[in-house]
């Protein structure tokens, strides 16, 4: 290939997103032997089960691991709003595949917005590095749009802002356990999800895949069938015989028959999606 190619995948922990990554970028070092691969996994907290996001690169000039926010290739989301979440890693050419999902972590499941304890904060700052917000909803259910941060850190106590979705994130990263819960917040609607998306691309692709890995018997398997409903649409720049060798590999044996199915049934919507959008 001859020129880089970035990848953001997400999802909720437990999903499967690490291993699809894995699986992408063990077939873009095969394809390709002058490829750089480079990943970077931002995991929440695993016990919680909290938004987990994958930075995907290869190609021939790569060096940081990190995508930098309106390069994103392509999105992979395993659950739905998470894809809302990292939604300024798109640029107007991006491609991002949408599972419709409703997969809400348990901190967040709980509809809490969350607040510091400032007698126990004591100011590090670990919070903001994982808080990511990208919407909110203020007042009558609009979709506001922010780039910002829900927290910062004034006079050495972190606060909230009123944008806080209570994803959990922060949960993870504070060593003084000072957040504590609050009160209840709204999951957007799918129609605000796409509205949103689709202002910076068309191409945003919201699919039932846990649906059709439920048919298979395992929604287990919906990494690996978002990963075929991608590749179907050839918008990323590995050849499915590469990636199905790399699964092979990469995924339990016991567990090897269904994946290779779920791949297969990825592929056909992945090149039905294709055949209507071209
Ligand atoms: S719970 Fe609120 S403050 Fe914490 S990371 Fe999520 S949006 Fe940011
Ligand atoms: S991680 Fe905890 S201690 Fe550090 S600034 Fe955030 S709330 Fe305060």
Same mark, same amino acid.
């Given at each position: 290939?001859?020129?880089?190619?970035?990848?953001?995948?997400?999802g909720?922990?437990?999903q499967?997103v690490?291993?699809?990554?894995?699986?992408?970028?063990?077939?873009?070092?095969?394809?390709?032997?002058?490829?750089?691969?480079?990943?970077?996994?931002?995991?929440?907290?695993?016990?919680?089960?909290?938004?987990?996001?994958?930075?995907?690169?290869?190609?021939?000039?790569?060096?940081?691991?990190?995508?930098?926010?309106?390069?994103?290739?392509?999105?992979?989301s395993l659950e739905?709003?998470?894809?809302?979440?990292?939604?300024?890693?798109?640029?107007?050419?991006?491609?991002?595949?949408?599972n419709?999902?409703?997969?809400?972590?348990?901190?967040?499941?709980?509809?809490?917005?969350?607040?510091?304890?400032?007698?126990?904060?004591?100011?590090?700052?670990?919070?903001?590095?994982?808080?990511?917000?990208?919407?909110?909803?203020?007042?009558?259910?609009? %979709? *506001?749009?922010? @780039?910002?941060? =829900?927290?910062? /850190?004034?006079?050495? &106590?972190?606060?909230?802002?009123?944008?806080?979705?209570?994803?959990?994130?922060?949960?993870?990263?504070?060593?003084?356990?000072?957040?504590?819960?609050?009160?209840?917040?709204?999951?957007?609607?799918?129609?605000?999800?796409?509205?949103?998306?689709?202002?910076?691309?068309?191409?945003?692709?919201?699919?039932?895949?846990?649906?059709?890995?439920?048919?298979?018997?395992?929604?287990?398997?919906v990494n690996?069938?978002?990963?075929?409903?991608?590749?179907?649409?050839?918008?990323?720049?590995?050849?499915?015989?590469?990636?199905?060798?790399?699964?092979?590999?990469?995924?339990?044996?016991? %567990? *090897?028959?269904? @994946?290779?199915? =779920?791949?297969? /049934?990825?592929?056909? &919507?992945?090149?039905?999606?294709?055949?209507?959008?071209?």
């Open positions: 290939m001859d020129k880089d190619y970035n990848m953001v995948l997400t909720i922990g437990g499967g690490v291993l699809a990554s894995d699986i992408l970028a063990m077939a873009a070092l095969e394809e390709g032997p002058e490829n750089r691969v480079r990943t970077s996994q931002i995991k929440g907290m695993s016990q919680r089960s909290a938004s987990v996001i994958v930075h995907l690169r290869f190609g021939p000039t790569v060096d940081s691991p990190l995508v930098a926010k309106g390069s994103a290739d392509a999105l992979l739905l709003a998470e894809g809302l979440r990292y939604m300024d890693y798109l640029y107007e050419g991006s491609i991002a595949i949408i419709n999902d409703i997969n809400i972590p348990p901190v967040s499941l709980q509809g809490q917005k969350v607040d510091v304890d400032p007698s126990l904060c004591y100011g590090c700052g670990n919070c903001l590095a994982y808080c990511q917000v990208n919407y909110y909803f203020k007042g009558n259910n609009d %979709l *506001l749009v922010l @780039n910002n941060p =829900a927290s910062s /850190v004034i006079s050495g &106590k972190c606060v909230v802002q009123e944008s806080c979705t209570g994803c959990g994130q922060c949960f993870s990263a504070c060593p003084r356990s000072a957040i504590e819960l609050l009160e209840k917040t709204v999951y957007p609607e799918l129609d605000q999800i796409t509205n949103t998306l689709k202002r910076i691309t068309n191409n945003v692709f919201v699919v039932s895949a846990t649906d059709l890995a439920k048919e298979l018997g395992n929604t287990k398997v690996i069938l978002l990963l075929g409903i991608l590749l179907g649409t050839k918008k990323v720049p590995l050849s499915i015989r590469t990636v199905e060798s790399c699964i092979t590999r990469l995924v339990p044996t016991n %567990l *090897l028959d269904i @994946n290779l199915k =779920a791949f297969q /049934v990825g592929i056909k &919507k992945g090149q039905e999606i294709s055949a209507k959008n071209s």
